[in-house]
């Protein structure tokens, strides 16, 4: 589980990682430990934010479900894509105006 938690934030990081002239304009995180919390902005335009929380604590089933969203700007059109998400014991689950649907 912790883990997990771990692993969301330094995912958060890395996606904001600066590259060439992009900068992080904002990175916020709360994490504790049954819930986290994280927001991050750079200055191209992209972000990220989610928030997770364990569910049935201390049970056979305990799970962290997870909803978020990110979005960045195509470089080429100007576009600006967003994906939202959940994430649980079912998996990932995106959506986005850019994904196809099943």
Do not use: R
């Amino acid at each position: 589980m912790k883990f997990f938690i771990v692993f969301a934030a330094l995912f958060a990081i890395a996606l904001a990682a600066p590259g060439g002239d992009v900068e992080i304009v904002k990175l916020v995180s709360d994490v504790g430990p049954e819930e986290f919390k994280f927001e991050s902005e750079t200055s191209d335009g992209a972000a990220h934010s989610a928030e997770g929380k364990l569910k049935d604590v201390g049970t056979e089933h305990e799970a962290i479900v997870v909803h978020g969203s990110y979005s960045w700007v195509d470089e080429k059109t100007g576009e600006k894509f967003t994906v939202n998400y959940v994430a649980d014991e079912n998996g990932y689950q995106p959506q986005g105006a850019h994904l196809p649907v099943a």
